[in-house]
């Protein structure tokens, strides 16, 4: 089946600091990956879509300076929060499509956990 | 925008019943709805999913059903098992793109 990989997760970092998470299909190209935040007891808002070879596309009121995604390949893309900060202490998931199958069916990493001291 | 309603947030039943959780959504060009399951620390996993040119889809204890005119869908779980017990979200696709807004998610509780 298809494997989504997320490293670290778990991380603590000094406030300031930046940290970077990675997130990799492992059996499937994901031209498009998808960058999620969930605070404790919530849902799941979408950060940003990643797009291999181009810009991400930043969802409204996330900071594309703040949350650097890059998607050098079609396996793997990253997320650095730099800069961190207490208040972006959160669960953060990514997410992949399946190139190939050309479907909407998003296949998640078990999730990178922040916390910013 | 799309919107995604999901209802109950919490809900607790005994092993062996049934359990139903419905969502209902804004767009009515959405034609993609999966529903996820999520333990506590982990990831989202797909459990089903269901295309707008369907009414229904079943998966041995699971099914979901889509009403396109009333614009919702529901989770169905038959003869609950304590590993059932996880927060489940649903998600409706936004149209024109392949993300998806999801539900504000439902804790299940399965009492043995």
């Known amino acids: 089946g298809a494997v989504v990989s997320q490293h670290p997760s778990w991380v603590i970092c000094k406030s300031g600091t930046s940290v970077k998470i990675e997130c990799r299909s492992l059996?499937?190209?994901?031209?498009?990956m998808f960058w999620y935040r969930q605070f404790p007891k919530q849902s799941l808002m979408l950060m940003a879509t990643?797009?291999?070879?181009?810009?991400?596309?930043?969802e409204q009121g996330v900071e594309k300076d703040k949350f650097l995604i890059n998607h050098a390949s079609l396996t793997l893309s990253t997320l650095t929060v730099t800069s961190a900060h207490p208040e972006d202490s959160s669960f953060y998931i990514c997410?992949?499509?399946?190139?190939?199958?050309?479907?909407?069916?998003?296949?998640f990493g078990a999730g990178t956990r922040l916390s910013v001291l | 925008g799309e919107n995604v309603e999901q209802h109950p947030s919490t809900l607790s039943v005994q092993e062996g019943d049934s359990a139903v959780i419905k969502c209902t959504y804004s767009?009515?060009?959405?034609?993609?709805f999966p529903w996820y399951k999520q333990e506590l620390g982990k990831g989202p996993q797909l459990i089903i999913d269901?295309?707008?040119?369907?009414g229904e889809k079943k998966d041995q204890r699971i099914a979901v059903t889509l009403n396109k005119t009333a614009k919702h869908f529901s989770l169905h779980i038959t003869e609950t098992q304590p590993e059932d017990s996880a927060v489940y979200f649903c998600?409706?696709?936004?149209?024109?793109?392949?993300?998806?807004?999801f539900g504000t998610g439902t804790r299940l509780k399965v009492l043995a």
């Open positions: 997410s992949a499509r399946d190139s190939l199958a050309g479907d909407y069916i998003q296949y």
């Open positions: 059996d499937f190209q994901a031209t498009t």
């Open positions: 990643s797009n291999e070879g181009s810009k991400a596309t930043y």
């Open positions: 767009d009515s060009a959405s034609n993609y």
């Open positions: 269901i295309r707008s040119n369907v």
């Open positions: 998600a409706a696709s936004i149209t024109g793109t392949y993300k998806y807004i």
